[in-house]
């Protein structure tokens, strides 16, 4: 299948967990413009609907992984955006907001659970936890710096960071995490998976590690 995308460079795609829905970040090329992003049926190839979004780079992109839940998620450094293109009780996108108790921070990656809870890795070296509400009600410690990937799946929370290290975090019920390992690696992840408990990264170095 090729779908033709009459935008500009294509930086993101993701793909909803049921198949349906196709959604696709680009930076428009003519002078002065942002990004967008566009929601696709992926099995008819059409769009259902454009927003331009940001100026500033959209640095990732993940769908809810919860049963029947049409939400994804944006981040960039300055914010992260909540989509609902499915619910029209809600509005097209939301603000994620920062409680006061919660250090101001810039974003880096994000991924849902299959629980629905949302996860942020920051520069801060925490990862944020976000609800329903698209507000921020936790923040994870990692003795790691920047987090620059990241995947929650199976009841781990797996954290890719800028000093090369992959911290491996359980899930215990919400408000209960647990740091299991970390591990050094050849190389800055880029991006993670995880496969019945086979972790997969990708790294800056050129190499793929499992």
């Known amino acids: 299948m090729e779908i033709e995308l009459k935008t500009g460079l294509v930086s993101k795609v993701a793909l909803s967990p049921c198949g349906r829905y196709l959604s ?3 930076k ?4 002065g413009s942002g990004h967008r992003v566009t929601i696709y049926n992926f099995s008819t190839q059409k769009p259902l609907m454009s927003y331009s979004s940001s100026f500033d780079q959209i640095k990732d992109l993940a769908w809810s992984r919860r049963l029947d ?3 994804f998620a944006t981040a960039t450094v300055k914010e992260v955006k909540f989509w609902h293109p499915a619910d029209f009780t809600k509005e097209l996108v939301q603000q994620g907001k920062l ?7 810039e974003f880096h990656c994000f991924a849902f659970d299959e629980e629905g809870w949302g996860f942020s890795g920051c520069e801060n070296g925490q990862i944020y936890v ?6 921020v009600v936790k923040a994870i410690m990692v003795p790691n710096k920047r987090i620059v990937a990241i995947k929650a799946q199976e009841g781990m929370l797996i954290a890719g960071s800028i000093d090369k290290k ?3 975090i359980s899930v215990q019920g919400f408000g209960s995490f647990k740091l299991e390992r970390v591990i050094s690696v050849d190389g800055v992840p880029s991006s993670i998976d995880l496969y019945k408990g086979c972790l997969l990264l990708g790294t800056d170095a050129g190499t793929l590690l499992e």
């Open 24 to 26: 696709v970040v680009d």
């Open 28 to 31: 428009k090329t003519e002078k």
């Open 69 to 71: 839940d049409l939400r």
């Open 99 to 105: 409680m006061k108790d919660f250090e101001r921070t």
């Open 130 to 135: 976000w609800s329903d509400k698209c507000e």
């Open 166 to 168: 992959i911290a491996v």
